[in-house]
């Protein structure tokens, strides 16, 4: 482990350059502004939760009051008890100002808890949503993007937080701000060198402050990286379909070994970020509280001494002194806070502006029926790589068509599939609908032409019914899941199962859930697209994980679902292509071959050679021929 320490002593001109590459870094990073990014929470707030808004801002009146009257009534406690001989008017007046104190104290009390639980929550909430929003309907191909992991990662630490917490930064520098003219008044009919001697060391700690955050700042792309290493670990651990691999293979010492190498070095930046705290908060407070503090108190102490005051003016002062001392501490703090807050809303805001390149606004009008597809010289190039998936593909997908993608793996096939359905942007040429270029429809749109089936299939923690229907609710046509069911072959194995297909599935999140098998899934899935009943069916594997007898039955049916539509069936076992129109060889990201399974077997070319070979393992003595 390559361990990185602070030079705290002396700072380099290469720490000087990383600083001022690091406040570059910054700028872009947060190019909103301070006054935005708090705008922004405020109006978020304002919008989903006024009362918030208004608790507070009662809050910080109450609040002031109440220690406004609380020194000065110290003040005429002590002079009323050494001066009056009325015990009677005396206690009167205690227990009278000590209800209204409790009556204070109670509203503010009631009002903080409003604001800790249903008003942060509410907030925390809200911008937990706006994020994971986001996160499910930004472009596809920006969640392979490391960089735009990273955003979310920053996004995502920020989001349950930022916004309660800036909030309050907001609320208590209003507080601060009352309180600091309110007993900078009092202290100056004292003396107005007062203010100076209790703020200026204030101040300096700001500044000392600063200076402690600024370095964390600028250090925290230095531990993200190993945050999101550690939460890919930890997921490893405990996903449910990684389970086997971990236990068949003996992963559990390298996965543990492989958290603890990436915990400690995340361990190392929280050392490093304690002692460099450390040294800073106690510099910090030694020039705010120990010669502030200290020497306003010597102050009046000498005063009263010399009978210059009395001991209600002492207790008036010492109290003053105490809240001010207090107000300009926490108006610094919370003002080199806000610095902090606003880069972390401003990582917020990054993610939830990420920029999106599909179109999300008002598109073309979508053809009605007769869906003709065109890539026109399209090529693909994945992100943090320099050599094309796909490479200059031009071909048609008439109304009505089978057509089957073959090849060997990293052909770019499924590559291909995500290009159609808009999942995927080309990085060149361009993929036209009915003529029309993909990019001029509206993407939430132009996915209802297709039903998709993919590699990776994905269960959802409710019934069997609501994962093919994608429906919230019982709200669904009974009829068309049973016949999709049937249709997918899952119909005999939903109809075993005690509630039928309102089954839930995901056993690891409900106990009477059910578990399918692999193949069970890929029914499940491909009943979830032809339920859908879009024009255009994807089909990306759609029987990798089907037994022989499954996967004649699903070849026999194909003709039965897919009629009246146009299809993209993805397979490497060769034999199911016969089933459709045309056929397309992908070899490195080319089109090799295209033509019926009869044109291509007379061409005798690649095709021809990978299908003699597949068939040669099922016919008697295949392997000796191969």
Not at 3 to 23: G, M, P
Not at 216 to 238: C, F, G, L, P, S
Not at 266 to 274: E, N, T
Request: glycine share 6%; proline share 2%; net charge neutral.
């Amino acid at each position: 482990m390559n361990e990185r320490r602070i030079k705290i002593s002396k700072v380099t001109k290469a720490d000087k350059n990383k600083q001022k590459k690091a406040a570059q870094r910054e700028k872009e990073l947060n190019p909103y502004g301070m006054i935005s990014n708090f705008s922004f929470i405020v109006k978020e707030a304002w919008r989903i939760n006024k009362p918030l808004i208004f608790v507070s801002t009662v809050l910080v009146i109450v609040e002031v009051l109440y220690n406004v009257f609380n020194v000065y009534f110290n003040k005429y406690v002590v002079e009323t008890a050494l001066l009056s001989d009325n015990v009677i008017n005396n206690i009167v007046f205690a227990i009278s100002f000590f209800v209204l104190m409790g009556v204070c104290a109670i509203a503010t009390r009631a009002g903080n808890l409003y604001l800790n639980n249903k008003g942060k929550f509410k907030m925390s909430h809200h911008f937990g949503m706006l994020l994971r929003n986001k996160m499910m309907n930004t472009d596809y191909q920006n969640l392979e993007k490391t960089h735009v992991t990273d955003m979310f990662e920053k996004a995502n630490s920020s989001a349950g937080w930022v916004s309660t917490s800036a909030l309050g930064a907001i609320k208590g520098t209003l507080s601060h701000v009352f309180q600091l003219v309110s007993f900078g008044a009092i202290l100056s009919m004292l003396s107005p060198l007062m203010i100076l001697i209790v703020a200026v060391p204030a101040v300096v700690g700001y500044y000392i402050n600063r200076h402690k955050m600024r370095w964390i700042w600028q250090k925290q792309d230095e531990w993200t990286v190993y945050d999101r290493q550690i939460r890919y670990a930890v997921n490893n651990m405990h996903d449910f379909d990684r389970a086997k691999d971990v236990r068949v293979f003996s992963m559990q010492n390298w996965l543990t070994k492989r958290f603890d190498r990436i915990f400690e070095n995340r361990l190392d930046w929280w050392r490093q970020q304690d002692k460099w705290e450390s040294i800073w908060e106690i510099a910090e407070e030694f020039f705010s509280v120990a010669l502030g503090d200290l020497v306003a108190y010597i102050y009046i102490i000498c005063l009263v001494v010399n009978g210059d005051i009395g001991a209600g003016d002492f207790v008036l002062y010492f109290n003053s002194i105490l809240h001010f001392a207090r107000a300009v501490r926490g108006w610094c703090d919370n003002y080199s806070a806000y610095k902090w807050f606003s880069n972390n809303i401003a990582f917020l805001r990054n993610y939830l502006n990420l920029e999106e390149k599909t179109n999300r606004g008002k598109g073309a009008s979508l053809p009605e029926n007769d869906y003709e597809i065109e890539f026109r010289n399209v090529s693909y190039t994945y992100y943090g790589t320099e050599k094309p998936t796909i490479s200059n593909i031009s071909f048609k997908l008439h109304k009505g068509e089978k057509l089957a993608l073959v090849g060997l793996n990293g052909a770019g096939k499924t590559t291909l599939i995500k290009l159609m359905c808009g999942l995927y942007d080309p990085t060149e040429g361009e993929i036209l609908l009915n003529g029309v270029n993909i990019k001029e429809y509206n993407r939430e749109e132009y996915f209802n032409v297709f039903s998709a089936v993919f590699q990776d299939i994905t269960e959802l923690p409710v019934s069997i019914a609501q994962n093919i229907t994608q429906s919230v609710s019982e709200d669904y046509d009974t009829e068309k899941v049973n016949y999709v069911l049937k249709q997918a072959g899952l119909y005999d194995k939903v109809q075993e199962l005690p509630q039928k297909e309102k089954t839930r599935l995901v056993k690891s999140v409900y106990e009477d859930a059910t578990e399918f098998s692999g193949g069970q899934k890929q029914k499940l899935a491909l009943a979830r697209a032809l339920y859908k009943d879009a024009p255009v069916l994807l089909l990306d594997e759609p029987t990798a994980a089907l037994d022989p007898i499954a996967e004649q039955e699903m070849y026999l049916k194909y003709a039965d679902f897919t009629a009246g539509k146009s299809s993209v069936f993805i397979s490497h076992r060769l034999a199911s292509t016969r089933f459709c129109d045309h056929i397309i060889l992908l070899d490195n990201g080319d089109i090799a071959e295209y033509g019926t399974h009869d044109e291509l077997m007379n061409k005798n070319g690649k095709y021809a050679e990978l299908f003699k070979l597949q068939s040669s393992y099922y016919t008697k003595g295949g392997e000796e021929n191969v």
